[in-house]
């Protein structure tokens, strides 16, 4: 990429992450997504905790947004400690004209699965690269799998049509997530024509802890131009 591609690709990421933090209320309990453009949604929240006194607090979906929203000074609380959560924050890799998603690509599929679950409203950040047409496009699908299973969750994956590949976090050395597992990406070579039965059938494997396919679960996308201004779409 060059320099002034990935300008451009940041600038759509800041637009899109601060006018997401902007919709966020006072007194709630809000979804701290993961990745490069929530980055700005926690400095855009930081920013409004200090200059207008807003009262959130934060549930992190990663390690990695539990350090940077900390250091921002944005309270926190775990995901024992609540019921449910009023709003989240979070990227995707790829969403189609449903509103349904790929995501995983930072990791954090499992988490962020989990609170996009006990959320009233999950809003999606994205730059335009990221709305696609068909699913398994233009990004491989993330599935986090135990250890263990990793043989034959990878032989029941190419079952399914794609060819699984472990992550790897340095050369020869497997990517661990947050939760002590590895991740399989998986490219379908055509995209993905039926991502509710495939989300359905990966869940079946037995040691494939969670897929990156989220259905159902965004209610609304903000997607940042490189003007400064975002789109907002509600499903
Ligand atoms: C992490 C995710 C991210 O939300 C996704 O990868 C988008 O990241 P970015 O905003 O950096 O492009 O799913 O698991």
């Known amino acids: 990429m060059t320099t002034t591609e990935e300008q451009r690709v940041t600038s759509v990421k800041e637009a899109a992450g601060r006018r997401a933090a902007d919709m966020v209320e006072t007194g709630t309990i809000v979804g701290l997504g993961t990745g490069s453009t929530v980055w700005f949604t926690l400095l855009r929240l930081a920013e409004r905790i200090q200059s207008e006194g807003l009262e959130i607090v934060g549930v992190p979906t990663s390690m990695d947004t539990t350090e940077k929203a900390t250091d921002l000074g944005i309270p926190l609380l775990g995901l024992g400690e609540v019921e449910k959560i009023h709003l989240t924050i979070d990227g995707a890799d790829e969403i189609d004209g449903e509103f349904q998603m790929i995501k995983g690509g930072g990791g954090a599929l499992l988490r962020e699965k989990v609170i996009a679950s006990i959320s009233d409203r999950e809003v999606i950040v994205v730059g335009p690269d990221k709305v696609v047409e068909k699913l398994g496009t233009t990004f ?26 472990l992550r790897l976090s340095d050369p020869g050395v497997a990517l661990t997530t947050d939760n002590g597992n590895q991740i399989l990406d998986c490219r379908f070579p055509n995209g993905i024509d039926d991502p509710r039965n495939l989300e359905r059938a990966i869940a079946a494997i037995p040691g494939a802890v969670e897929s990156g396919l989220f259905i159902d679960l965004a209610h609304a996308v903000i997607i940042g131009k490189e003007d400064g201004s975002a789109e907002v779409r509600e499903r």
Not at 142 to 148: H, L, Q
């Open 140 to 165: 491989l699908l993330p599935v986090e799998v135990t250890s263990f299973a990793l043989p034959t969750v990878s032989r029941a994956l190419a079952a399914l049509g794609c060819e699984p590949v």
